[in-house]
Every structure is written in C-alpha cells, then in structure tokens.
C-alpha cells in the first residue's frame, strides 16, 4: 500500500460560519492507487465534495483544514504554498466540477481557456497550445472541433461544456482527476456518453480519478471500489457488488434500498424495518374504475410554437383516468415540461384542445384560467423546491394561499384546520409550519410544494422533476408520499421527469417524447422492459443499474 | 465573431430607431415647460426696467410670443426640422453657434474627468473586492463616502485653496486656457488634442494644467457608483465556478484576477460608466461655474436664469440626443465585450 498515490489521513476540515465554526468533514481516511477510480458516495451535506476541494485546495477562503494530512506522491497536499501549489493543480491533479456551463469562463472562447491550461504548465509557443488545445477537443470527441475553438460556453450544449471541462482537466496529463457529480443535470444519455469518455479517457492515461456523486447506480457501473460517506465520515469502504449484496452501516443500508434500480417497486425505497406503516396502504387493493367512465383528462393534437423555430410540441394526444398515473419521460428539449404547463394551463398551446372532466379547457387564456372553477382541480408540483415557494411566506401561508385564492376562505379557525390537516396528510411536522422556507429542509420544502398542491383537493396534480433537486432517501419518502395520495385520495399523477427508475416505479402508464413529438407509449413495466425504439431503448439502457445485488439479495 | 458584431450593429440602429419618439417627446416637454415657467422674456430682453409698454410688445412680436402656444410649438418644430434651433437673447447668436462653441469644452472636461474617475475607480474597487472586509476594504469605501458627500462646488474650491493658492502648482483657475496663450488651429475643439496635433507641446502643458483640477473635482465625484460597481461585481465574479475552475488548472494569480475576474466584472462597469457619463455632462454645472469653464451647461443655467427660451430648448435637447448616442456606444462596447448579448 506504500505506492498508494493519494492518502488522505484523518482529514478534518471545518467552515466559519456566523454561528462559529462547523465541522464538514471530520476524519476522513481514504487512499486511491495509480489509474484506480474511486467512487465517494454520500447525500448532499455529507462532505464529499469539500473532501475533494480540500484535496486540489479549492477550499473557499471560509474553509480551513483543521486536522490530518493529504498524501499525494508522500508530499502532504496541505502544507504546499505558491509555485510548488500551482504546480500541483492542474499538472498533477485536476478538478472537473457539477455545473459545466458556469465552470466555463462565459465571455473567453473555450479554446482559448483550453490553451490557458496548457500555458501555464509547459513552455510552449501559442501556436503550439492552440494546436494542442485542438488535439484535446479531438480527444473528448467534439465534433467539428476546428470550429469549436471559438465557440463560447453559451453556444454549447451542456454536454458539451462539460467535454470542454474534461479536456481543460486532462490538457496537462495530471495523474489524479477528481469528478464532482459530472454529469448531474445532465441528461441521461448525455450522461452515460461523458461518463463513458471520462473513463475511457482516464483508463487510456493511466490517471486515477475519483468519482464524487450521489448517484450508487453510476459509482457502481465506473468504480470498482465506492467509499460511503455520511455526515463527515466515512461509514463503508467496499466493492459495488459487496455494497449492495451485504452493506454493513445502517446508513448504507438505507441509501441502498433507496436508490431506484430498475427492478425496484416503490415499497421497497426504505429499509424493511420502516416499510410496514406503508405496505398497509398499498396492500389495498384499488377499484378499477366503471367500464365507460369518462376519461379524466384527454388531450388533442396539442402543439406549441414559440416565436422562432421548430415547434416545441407538435400532434400531442393523451387521455388519463381518474386516478391514474401517468409518466412523461424525454432529453431535454424534448417538450415535456412545455407539456405539462400547457396542461396545467400556465401557458398557452398554439393548437389543439385540452378537455378536462368534459369540458373544454385548452382555449381559456392562461392569463384567466386562476378565475376558471377548474383551476383548483389542476394543481402542479414544481421542480425546484428552493425556487418555487415564496421566501417571504411561512410554510402555512404558502399552504393557506391557494385556500384563499380559490376557494375563498377567511383567516380563522377553518383555515388553520384545512392546512394542518394538509400538513399531515403530507407528514409535514405542525410545527413547521411558521417557519419559513429558508429554515426548511428539501425534503421538507418538497412537502410544502406538495402540501400546496394538494390544498383544494386537486383531481390532476401535475409534476414537473418534483424529485430532481432531492437526496435520494429524500425522494423515496416523497415518491411514496405521492404513491400514498394517489391511492387514498384518488389523485391522477401526471409525473414529468427524466428519471426512468422512478417512473417505472411510479407510474401506471408512460409517454417517451423526443423533440416534442410522441415516440412511444404503453404500460410503464411492457415498455421499459422491452421498449419498441432504439430512442427508448437508448434512454433505458442510459440509467446505470445496480442489479448485481439486487438480484443478489432476491435470490437470498 | 463577424456575425455577433452584425447582430450588435442591427441592435444599435434599432434602439437608436425606437429612441426618436423619446426625443420628440423631450422636445415638446421641454418647450412646454419653459412657457409655464414664470418670467417674461420680453420683460427681460427690454432695453431697462423704464422700457416703455411699446418697446416690450414690439420685442414680444419680433420673438414671436404674441402668438399662442401650439402655434409658437408649431413653428419652434418646423425651426428645429430646419436645423435652426433659434438664436440666444443674451449672446445675439444662433444658439446652434453657441453650443457648437461651447461642447467640446464640456466634452473636454467630461471625458477627462471620467477617465480619471475610471482609472482611480477600477483599481481601488479590484482591490477592494480582492480583501473583502479588510483595512484596505474599508478605506476604500471610506474614500468612497467622503467622495460623494462632499459637493463638487466645495471640492473644486478646495482643491483651488491647495493647489493654486497654498502650493501654487496650478494655474489660474479661470477658464481653458489662459488669455495669453495663442489658441492652436481648431480641429477637433479639445484644446488638448489641438494643441498636441499643432506641435504645441508648451501650450498642450498649459491646457492640461488647466483642465486638470475641474476634472479632478468632477471625477470625486463619481467614483464612489464606479469603484462600488467593480467591488460589488468583482466579489461575485471571483466566487464564480469558472474562477474555480482558472484556480483548479492553476492558473497563475494575474490571469485569474485580471483575465478571468476583472474581464467578467467590467461588464456592468461599462453600462454604469455610460449612465454616470450622461448625468456628468448635464449636472456639473457647479464645476463649470467655479472654474468659469466655458460649457454648455453653464450657458444653459445662466439661458435659463434670464428666461432665454432657445439656449435652454437647446441645450435639453442636445443632452438628450447625447444621452440616446452615449448609450448606443455603451451597448456597442457590450456586445463587444461580451459575446453572449448577440443572442436574443
């Protein structure tokens, strides 16, 4: 283990706050040999990332190392100051980072930053950096590089930016890379192809590369070792298949079970010992609806043009039961959130009809729909929890709004009623509620979102990525909320996203639209499980799977 | 690149298209405004307070103000169609003359004073922002403060006690020039440019020396927005991700700074330089006054205080068409500057 080429020692690394130092890591021991890639699992807030900062001493001026060492080649990391430090970065280890667009400077052509790379560590001329910056847009696979040279971070695709950052990270063959999530908000088959570059790059250099994310799955399809963080420390060194067939910390365990795989049923998302207060919900068994209902909702031939361009949705035709659960899977750029507001009546389609309950609805102005009967009946969850409620509201005013606004209630007594009884039925603490979002966790913003949504008592909730910004043991507990409401009170689900595990677990039926435009649609399971086109097969074969234990611990 | 400056130039014909009725409108108000402002030209313009009834309605009916509002608004458009904007009663010349005399002057001035203001600015907000909370922070902003609260009128004459009757190291502070120099052939109208193309170094010397105090004490003045500005964005430029990203390659500190940072950071500078620039060229007419500076401003003020009508209808209107020019090359600096506004 002596030709270990990073060790990290008991690392400690603490922030100044207002309120006085905190610790976000706290002992932290790891090692990664020569061209190994290590995967660092853990949630949001669980110091993986400031590990890594810590280690290419990126550490923002309120961070300090308080403990420990980082061995990198036997030369403590920590201790190195002016040009042995910039020497380090970029030469010996490099950094590629979560948000490829803002990684980039956006007014500097990205050939020429490539070429900054390149000068700051080699005496070479500028003709000879432009060419060699070139070389490297050849190497991460962009197409028509010669053009690419002076494009700017905005004319790239996000894809895109981050093989540029990939390229700046390798241009001066550093021996260790760190990853922090590359490839979330990316895609899913973006990400399955820069995922894919990224390791095949790594392997064919020899480099070492550890792979920060909070995704199991995608550390388990590249790393064959995967170091579980929680909370400052690490609680679980394995190999993926030993991770998911035996995990040994309790922690483990639950982040296990509660990232989506492609066989996992939704009661699954949580330990057994937290599953049984849910399977009683589930094990009743739902009516089937009246031969000859009416359908809830029916969508005709909707299409959107926005000013300039190809249309955005184009010859869109679906029907939902009451009820049921619906998903919409798709890239980006695929139509499906302008879909799913045009649904919901947040903007206006350019043809075709929405009909809801019978009655007509896709020709009311989006501008006037808040005044129409049906608007408390169609109810949207938004992505980003953060963003989507007003940080000037307690919990229970957001609540309280729609309340207000659409069923005209007073202040007083029944109004606290109706939103604590929202509050629970959402499992939001009473407690909570006079408290604004920003003293709020995500998952207990995510419930506030919902809790709002569901306040008049909606027929359709429509939800756009309601999981995207949340942990995944924070998603599980909300896609089984939602599953739960659904059930008991009869809500259809309309469920936006691009997270085909999820779906597959959720939803009844599913819709795979490609540049707006359906390409496939059918029963969740039938359609993952032999999806009919090789852009839905594409999509499937794109979500990194951790079947390996899984089928291990069926089979036990 | 072609393209993005293409798109930049349609961009700045189109604002300068949709600023014409704006123009109109300050026109209109404008003479709108010197009519209900109480005074009496004709009063004014009389030959003594013992003018006779007569004298004054026949100076009224040479004016023109005998006739009623819309139809004297009438003929002021059709004048200004022409490209006659009237003559000054105070100075007996076409009012066109008089500011074509007196805008290099304030020019001169402005530019000056904004590239002082720019070069001091700039450097004090980077360093500033480089150690947020520092001694250095707050000296700046302390600089900042004194800047901005001490009025222009007071600085200038402070900075006349020191320099001119304390140390004696600047001239006479009257005007551009002094009275014995002889003026170079007028080529651009900024007597230091003139002077440096006539081969003048003597009296370029003395034409700096001149315009330097005024510009200092205009330039105090607005440092304090400028050098704000560059700290406020500097700091958010310098904890972006793509700075993170110059520090992960190891960039050296002047490129992350200076190349990545400041590049970044100046971008609203330009759009605050163009707005402090405008507001520059109209309101330092206390500056003018103490310097006895020969600009528009001043001529407008004392136009404005005998109820000289054309002089101040003039001077509104050349200040809005600058202020329409002035942004248009803002917007163009931009789009050059940053290559992402060509998209829509």
């Known amino acids: 283990m002596s030709e270990d080429l990073l060790r990290i020692e008991d690392l400690h690394v603490a922030f100044s706050t207002r309120r006085g130092m905190v610790e976000a890591v706290r002992g932290v021991s790891l090692n990664v040999g020569a061209g190994e890639m290590l995967g660092l699992v853990g949630e949001s807030g669980s110091g993986k990332s400031v590990t890594g900062f810590a280690t290419t001493r990126l550490l923002d001026a309120a961070g300090r190392v308080t403990g420990g060492k980082i061995l990198f080649r036997g030369q403590d990391v920590t201790k190195l100051r002016g040009d042995d430090l910039r020497h380090l970065q970029g030469a010996a280890m490099s950094m590629i980072f979560q948000n490829p667009r803002a990684a980039l400077n956006p007014i500097r052509a990205i050939g020429l930053q490539i070429a900054d790379a390149i000068l700051t560590h080699k005496r070479i001329s500028k003709d000879a950096a432009r060419a060699e910056a070139l070389e490297l847009l050849r190497a991460v696979q962009i197409r028509d590089p010669e053009a690419r040279m002076s494009a700017y971070p905005h004319e790239l695709s996000g894809g895109m930016c981050q093989r540029v950052m990939i390229a700046i990270a390798i241009s001066c063959n550093p021996a260790l890379l760190i990853a922090d999530e590359p490839t979330t908000g990316l895609d899913v088959t973006t990400q399955k192809v820069v995922m894919d570059l990224l390791a095949d790059i790594a392997a064919a250099r020899g480099m070492a590369a550890i792979l920060i994310t909070h995704d199991l799955g995608l550390a388990a399809r590249y790393c064959r070792r995967i170091a579980v963080m929680e909370r400052g420390r690490i609680v679980e060194e394995a190999s993926p298949g030993t991770l998911f067939s035996t995990p040994q910390h309790a922690y483990t365990r639950r982040l296990v079970a509660a990232s989506p795989t492609a066989t996992s049923r939704i009661e699954d998302l949580v330990t057994e010992e937290e599953r049984e207060r849910y399977a009683a919900v589930v094990s009743k068994p739902r009516p089937a609806p009246a031969h000859g209902t009416p359908p809830l909702l029916e969508v005709r031939k909707l299409a959107k043009r926005f000013d300039q361009g190809a249309a955005a949705v184009a010859d869109f035709s679906m029907t939902m039961a009451g009820g049921e659960s619906v998903g919409l899977v798709g890239e980006s750029g695929s139509g499906k959130s302008t879909t799913s507001r045009m649904i919901c009546r947040l903007i206006d389609p350019s043809d075709g009809d929405i009909v809801f309950d019978g009655q007509s609805i896709g020709h009311i102005a989006s501008r006037d729909f808040h005044r129409s009967p049906l608007r408390k009946d169609i109810q ?46 959402v499992g939001l603490p009473l407690d909570l509620l006079p408290r604004f979002p920003h003293q709020l966790s995500g998952g207990q913003k995510a419930r506030v979102g919902i809790a709002r949504a569901i306040a008049c008592r909606p027929r359709l909730l429509v939800l756009d990525e309601p999981t995207a910004a949340l942990d995944v043991s924070v998603q599980a507990v909300v896609l089984q909320l939602l599953d739960r409401l659904r059930r008991q009170n009869d809500i259809a689900l309309l469920f936006v996203s691009h997270d085909l595990n999820v779906v597959r677990m959720l939803c009844d039926r599913t819709i795979v639209l490609r540049n707006g435009g359906i390409v496939e649609q059918g029963e969740s399971r039938a359609l993952f499980d032999n999806p009919k086109t090789d852009y839905t097969r594409r999509l499937v074969e794109a979500i990194p799977h951790i079947d390996t234990g899984k089928a291990l611990a069926a089979a036990l | 690149m072609t393209t993005g400056l293409g798109a930049t130039m349609v961009r700045a014909g189109r604002r300068l298209l949709s600023s014409l009725p704006a123009l109109f409108g300050v026109l209109v108000f404008t003479f709108l405004l010197m009519r209900v402002l109480p005074g009496d030209p004709a009063v004014f313009f009389a030959s003594g307070p013992n003018a006779g009834k007569e004298e004054i309605e026949l100076i009224r009916k040479q004016m023109g103000l005998d006739k009623s509002v819309p139809e004297q608004l009438v003929f002021y458009l059709s004048d200004i169609g022409h490209g006659n904007l009237g003559r000054s009663m105070m100075t007996g010349q076409p009012v066109l003359k008089d500011l074509r005399e007196r805008l290099p002057a304030s020019l001169e001035l402005t530019f000056t004073a904004l590239l002082i203001a720019l070069i001091a600015a700039v450097p004090l907000g980077v360093i500033a922002a480089l150690r947020p909370g520092s001694a250095v922070d707050h000296g700046v902003r302390l600089f900042c403060a004194l800047g901005v609260c001490v009025p222009t009128f007071v600085s200038g004459l402070l900075l006349i006690y020191v320099f001119y009757y304390l140390l004696g190291l600047a001239p006479d502070p009257t005007g551009r020039i002094d009275v014995f120099t002889s003026l170079p052939p007028q080529r651009t109208g900024f007597l230091s440019i003139d002077f440096l193309l006539a081969g003048d170094v003597e009296g370029w010397w003395a034409a700096c020396k001149q315009l330097i105090l005024p510009a200092v004490s205009m330039a105090l003045f607005v440092i304090a927005p400028l050098a704000r500005i560059t700290r406020a964005s500097m700091l958010v430029s310098l904890g972006s991700d793509f700075v993170r990203t110059a520090r992960s390659v190891g960039l050296s500190w002047r490129k992350v700074v200076v190349t990545y940072a400041l590049r970044n950071a100046i971008l609203p500078v330009i759009t605050i330089a163009g707005i402090v620039f405008s507001t520059m060229l109209g309101a330092n007419v206390l500056v003018e006054k103490v310097f006895s500076w020969p600009g528009v401003a001043s001529y407008a003020l004392d136009a404005l205080l005998s109820s000289d009508y054309a002089p101040v209808q003039g001077f509104v209107l050349l200040m809005a068409s600058l202020f329409v020019l002035v942004n248009l090359v803002v917007d163009i600096c931009y789009g050059i500057a940053d290559p992402r506004v060509s998209i829509e």
């Open chain 1, 380 to 425: 949207m969850v938004f992505q980003d929890p953060n963003e989507s409620l007003n940080p000037r509201f307690t919990a229970f005013d957001c609540i309280a709004h729609p309340l207000m606004r659409l069923e005209g209630m007073r202040a007083g007594d029944a109004l606290r009623q109706r939103v604590e009884e929202c509050a629970e039925r």
